[in-house]
Nanobody, 126 residues
Framework: EVQLVESGGGLVQIGGSLRLSCAASGFTRDTYYIGWFRQAPGKAREALAFMSSTDSDAFVVASVKGRFAMSRNAADNAKGVVYLQMNDLQAADTAVYYC????????????????WGRGTQVTVSS
């Protein structure tokens, strides 16, 4: 059974940083795709970044590029852990952040992904 578990959310001041983690398990092969999304109250789910489990390069949506970065730690790869580093956080970044996974597709469309974590809340305040 595929499981995705996000962690690292919390309350941060404007201009601060957070690093979210997504621990993926249960995929039946070494190569799969992980994406990061967020959803603010009353807004549609928004794609942030994605990468494959075997590549070192991530694709980051233009609206957060330069502030957000997705990565995986080779040492943690056996644990299926990927990260979302978020810098210079603004009030507009307040949302529930989700990681999503799929064996065959990766991209910025939510419906590419068959598996979702429960999300972690990020609140940015002054």
């Amino acid at each position: 059974e595929v499981q995705l578990v996000e962690s690292g959310g919390g309350l941060v001041q404007i201009g601060g940083s957070l690093r979210l983690s997504c621990a993926a398990s249960g995929f039946t092969r070494d190569t799969y795709y992980i994406g990061w999304f967020r959803q603010a109250p009353g807004k549609a789910r928004e794609a942030l970044a994605f990468m494959s489990s075997t590549d070192s390069d991530a694709f980051v949506v233009a609206s957060v590029k330069g502030r957000f970065a997705m990565s995986r730690n080779a040492a943690d790869n056996a644990k299926g852990v990927v990260y979302l580093q978020m810098n210079d956080l603004q009030a507009a970044d307040t949302a529930v952040y989700y990681c999503a996974g799929d064996l065959y597709k990766g991209g910025f469309l939510a419906n590419y992904y068959g598996y979702w974590g429960r999300g972690t809340q990020v609140t940015v305040s002054s």
